[in-house]
């Protein structure tokens, strides 16, 4: 049963990468670009250059998930990192979630009662 807790880290790619990679083409660049092992519980989101298409990689201690969403129309905002040359950015679960539900992150902001110590 796929279920994420509150704990859960999210991994996003800065780079785009070639959606028709699955999972062992993903799983190397857990390793590879991201520098972070795929069985440490963690999401790892992947997008394309259009930013139409998005995967997720996520090992939930009995295998890997590989999960993909298109919106209907539009693009996924993707975020930028600021620092230079950094391969991936980590975002909260409740970030993850706006952004799978198309808000832009750039612009949005937790509100204080909103945000978990």
């Known amino acids: 049963?796929?279920?994420f807790t509150g704990g859960l880290r999210v991994f996003l790619?800065?780079?785009p990468c070639d959606m028709r990679?699955?999972?062992e083409g993903l799983h190397g660049l857990v390793g590879e670009r991201l520098r972070e092992d795929v069985r440490g519980g963690a999401?790892?989101?992947f997008t394309n250059k259009r930013h139409?298409?998005?995967k997720v990689l996520y090992f939930d201690g009995t295998g890997l998930w590989l999960m993909?969403?298109?919106p209907e129309e539009g693009t996924f905002a993707w975020p930028k990192t600021g620092d230079v040359g950094a391969a991936k950015l980590a975002l909260r679960p409740e970030a993850f979630a706006m952004l799978t539900d198309g808000i832009d992150l750039r612009g949005a902001k937790m509100r204080p009662w909103f945000e978990r110590g």
């Open 1 to 3: 049963m796929l279920s």
């Open 13 to 15: 790619a800065v780079e």
């Open 21 to 23: 990679k699955g999972f």
């Open 43 to 45: 999401l790892f989101v």
């Open 52 to 54: 139409t298409r998005l």
């Open 68 to 70: 993909t969403k298109r």
